[in-house]
């Protein structure tokens, strides 16, 4: 009964709710988030304005206890080198009282932290950084007055001594001095007013920020300093918002108010020793908000989104959107001449199963008006890419990682995958509905990894790089398999695998202006693709159906691996040749990353015995399964029963004895070091858990399946489309609800994902013609054109 409304609940919800619908919502929600984005950052339509400095100086939040989150973007943590480049050469003034002295030794902290606070209380404090030429100097103004006119003016009047940056701020002596009187808060307001002018001229050619007063804690003020309440300040901030900017002559050139500290203190003024004087936290949040101010638009850090414009469009980033252009054009031009559409074959939507398969009639090539149609869809896409990655339409906020994140999610989709599954139709050990379930979950679970930043928790990340090793792992399993089964090694079956890992990919390096090693899983695929083919098609190519008749052959198939394994050993064990060998044109335009080799090297090292893992298993299974060695069919073990217990056992004791292992560890370098050589472990003992109960093999997660169907889109899309600043951050379509904000997100990021696998597979039709004679000539069209983009790309960085 249960499952009869199970199957009714599901027919369901599949009729009413298909693919096509759901990509139909994302589109409408994708215009509607852009035209509400698009004029809350232009036409100022939100409180917050729409400026990202203006966000940066004025609100955020308290992710856990010290990382700081700005409303609407991220926040860059600058390290002494940064700032030392940023500030070079450059003159820093803090002028105010004991408050600002706080703020101007945790902002020297951050250009050189061995920094000691021993300077004089009541006295001017000098710093110079001799290696970068920086001078910092904190002047004692403990009050609004005409000592402080005097100084600002004196800028004014001699600008070749001015400060390139000023932060300025008090009020506390004065509430102090004159106990909080009605007449001293009207004095302040006209200091105020009379060193306003000076303030805005200043803004002309250095930075002015106005620290507005931080909140005290009442019970923990000294006597002597009970007049000083958070009403009083609150009070005193207002004069000094009125006062300041109150022409607004040029919004460009202007006094800047720095509030963010204020609102951090907030959520920390209790930790305060004095009750006045904030927390090493909170003084360290409102130092590295200016320093963000300053330096983002200076050395323009991808995590720092904040205070940041929008970079130029690059030569390549033109010839991307001239070539969906034309595409475009090309299209209306044929549909308004009626152009006759053949209809192709398209995978049809099943309402029982919720999957899309094949109809049985014969596939239809695409015609050129339809190539064209998936060419303008993929122009609109990559438009959607930009605008949420390098256009300033979208907000970005940091990821900060918790337990919670990572594991609840988790927990989520695996109920999910569970409460939907489904009797295999064959059931081989890591049959192709297996498979896609396997990498359906482990893309899921990497998802979830990025999005959450778990790569800070060691033991996760030591279990995602299993989930990686597992990833080429069937990699080799399955190019393997096919190349021993079926022999085929002609051009087509290698172009269209090319093609389908590199397509993406390779559009998105001209749109997102991206060097290809930058979506590092395609190279690492690819290469090994290639290498997986050069070895099986080398001289003697060793088939099954030659291995058959002559046990020599498979003889000499496994010494073929071991000279495989020869090579990766040699490679590994030489980086000085590796480098050498990727750093010649044009490869290291291909595998290089800001300039080096290192990061291929260590994305390459990391699992270089995967793939022959996967090949060597492949091997066995399949010599096993021709001698009839093992049994597949459905509810039966793969083995015999005391066979089947005991490699049971000893799967699930060495599953265990990893992730013992991976939570054990200490150091991410160690135990990458062991990596290579364990992960297999884990690998196996998954695959012959899910493999020996003849029930476990009988079944499949249908929901986690789809998912492995799109597992490659998903994982390059999800760079610019759900996680933001090149996965350094997180895209924010929905601000201030972080839980609606994943739901849209990732309902949108999914539909594109799918909709852009579809266009990579009506695409490969056309670009990969069956015919060996129109398919060199499409390969020598690629050369070409991809000649032309290394070319532009070098041309490009000299002119750097």
């Keep these: 009964m249960a499952v009869l409304a199970y199957s009714l609940g599901k027919r369901e919800i599949n009729q009413y709710f298909s693919i096509k619908n759901a990509k139909l919502l994302s589109l409408v929600a994708v215009i509607l988030l852009t035209v509400v984005h698009s004029a809350t950052r232009y036409y100022g339509v939100s409180c917050s304005g729409g400026d990202t400095c203006d966000w940066l100086l004025s609100s955020g939040r308290f992710l856990g206890n010290s990382v700081w989150q700005p409303y609407g973007c991220m926040m860059h943590k600058y390290k002494s080198i940064e700032a030392k480049t940023c500030l070079n050469n450059k003159r820093i003034a803090f002028i105010g009282d004991s408050r600002i002295r706080q703020l101007f030794y945790a902002f020297i902290k951050i250009i050189n932290p061995d920094t000691k606070e021993d300077g004089n209380k009541h006295e001017n404090i000098p710093f110079a950084d001799r290696e970068s030429s920086v001078n910092v100097d904190f002047l004692w103004y403990a009050e609004v007055n005409n000592s402080m006119k005097e100084q600002v003016t004196a800028w004014v009047e001699r600008p070749f001594n001015k400060p390139d940056v000023i932060i300025i701020g008090a009020a506390t002596w004065s509430i102090k001095l004159h106990s909080g009187s009605s007449e001293t808060l009207l004095q302040y307001k006209a200091n105020l007013t009379s060193i306003a002018a000076p303030l805005e001229k200043l803004t002309e050619h250095s930075e002015v920020y106005w620290v507005l007063q931080d909140p005290v804690y009442e019970e923990l003020l000294s006597e002597n300093r009970k007049m000083i309440t958070n009403e009083q300040i609150d009070q005193y901030n207002a004069a000094a918002v009125s006062a300041l900017n109150n022409s607004k002559r040029n919004s460009k050139a202007r006094v800047k108010f720095l509030e963010a500290s204020r609102q951090a203190a907030m959520e920390t003024v209790a930790q305060s020793v004095d009750g006045l004087h904030l927390p090493e936290s909170t003084r360290n949040v409102g130092a590295m908000v200016l320093m963000n101010s300053i330096c983002n638009k200076i050395l323009k850090p991808i995590d720092g989104s904040c205070c940041q414009s929008v970079p130029p469009l690059s030569i390549l980033q033109k010839l991307a959107a001239g070539l969906f252009l034309t595409a475009g054009i090309c299209f209306l031009v044929l549909h308004a001449l009626g152009y006759s559409k053949h209809r192709k074959c398209r995978p049809v939507s099943d309402v029982e199963s919720g999957e899309e398969k094949k109809p049985p009639i014969a596939a239809v090539p695409l015609n050129l008006k339809e190539a064209l149609l998936s060419a303008c869809k993929m122009g609109l896409i990559m438009l959607y890419f930009y605008l949420c990655d390098r256009a300033d339409i979208f907000m970005k906020e940091q990821k900060f990682y918790t337990h919670s994140t990572f594991f609840i999610p988790l927990i989520y989709i695996f109920v999910l995958g569970i409460f939907y599954n489904e009797n295999s139709k064959e059931a081989k050990l890591l ?370």
């Excluded at 190519?541 to 394994?565: D, E, S, T, V, Y």
């Excluded at 090292?605 to 001698?627: E, P, S, T």
């Excluded at 509810?635 to 015999?640: A, D, L």
């Design 431 to 800: 049959n192709r509905e297996q498979t896609d379930e396997w990498k359906g979950w482990m893309q899921l679970v990497i998802l979830i990894y990025h999005i959450s930043g778990a790569s800070a928790f060691i033991p996760v990340y030591m279990h995602v790089r299993v989930l990686v090793a597992a990833y080429l792992f069937q990699t080799g399993y399955g190019h393997f398999s096919f190349f021993w089964l079926k022999g085929d090694f002609g051009l087509y079956r290698v172009c269209q695998v090319l093609f389908r890992l590199n397509f993406l990919v390779v559009v998105l390096c001209l749109v997102m202006d991206r060097p290809y090693q930058f979506y590092y899983f395609v190279p690492l695929v690819t290469f090994w693709f290639v290498v997986i083919y050069a070895t099986m098609a080398m001289w003697p190519q060793i088939l099954q159906i030659k291995a058959n008749g002559n046990c020599f052959w498979h003889l000499a198939l496994l010494l073929k691996l071991l000279g495989l394994l020869v090579f990766i050993c040699f490679f590994a064990y030489s980086q000085e040749f590796f480098e050498s060998v990727f750093s010649v044109w044009p490869l290291s335009k291909l595998f290089e990353l800001q300039g080096s080799i290192h990061e291929w090297w260590f994305r390459w090292k990391l699992d270089r015995f995967a793939v022959i893992h996967g090949m060597l298993f492949a091997c066995v299974y399949l010599v096993l399964q021709k001698f009839q060695i093992l049994s597949e069919g459905k509810g039966e073990p793969i083995f015999s029963n005391r066979i089947s217990n005991c490699l049971l056992f000893i799967s699930v004791v060495s599953f265990i004895t990893y992730s013992i292992w991976a939570s054990s560890c200490k150091n991410k370098t160690e135990c990458n070091e062991m990596h290579p050589y364990i992960s297999v472990v884990q690998i196996l003992a998954f695959v012959l858990i899910r493999n020996i109960p003849g029930y476990a093999r009988s079944l499949y997660s249908s929901f986690f399946a789809w998912f492995g169907k799109i597992s490659l889109e998903l994982f390059i899309c999800q760079y610019h489309i759900w996680l933001a600043a090149d996965t350094k951050g997180i895209l924010v379509l929905i601000p201030g609800n972080p839980s609606l904000n994943i739901i849209f997100s990732t309902f949108i990021f999914v539909c594109v994902a799918h909709e852009i696998s579809q266009i990579t597979n009506d695409l490969a039709q056309v670009a990969i013609p069956k015919e060996n004679g129109a398919l060199i000539k499409r390969m020598l069209a690629a050369v070409v054109f991809f000649g032309l983009v290394l070319f532009l790309s070098k041309s490009r960085q000299a002119g750097y």
